[in-house]
Nanobody
């Protein structure tokens, strides 16, 4: 059983940057593929990006590609998403998730464990 706790959310102006992190405990972190999702008010939870077990492969949704960067530190059991050039449309609750297996990277059902989420608000 893996527990995930996000941190680093907040309010930022459009064009600004924010780094959101996720700390994992209770499992062997390096055995989990990690994903980031977000959910805006009134919308379904959507894939943001994911990173492989070793950190050498990343995938991003088209909406954030080139602006967001996901990284992980297996020694510290953390995964982060650096968000640059933020837009008001990036406003959402951001969730990290852990998957112990392969499969489709961008599907919610591929992830077994979820954090509680952290709010990111981008003002215009």
């Amino acid at each position: 059983q893996v527990q995930l706790v996000e941190s680093g959310g907040g309010v930022v102006q459009a064009g600004g940057s924010l780094r959101v992190s996720c700390a994992a405990s209770g499992g062997t972190f390096s055995r989990y593929r990690m994903g980031w999702f977000r959910q805006a008010p009134g919308k379904e939870r959507a894939f943001v990006g994911a990173i492989s077990w070793t950190g050498d492969t990343t995938y991003y949704a088209d909406t954030v590609k080139g602006r967001f960067t996901i990284s992980r530190d297996n020694a510290k059991n953390t995964v982060s998403v650096q968000m640059n050039s933020l837009k008001p449309d990036d406003t959402a609750v951001y969730y990290c998730a852990a998957s112990p297996r392969g499969g489709v990277w961008n599907q919610i059902g591929a992830y077994d464990y979820w954090g509680q989420g952290t709010q990111v608000t981008v003002t215009s």
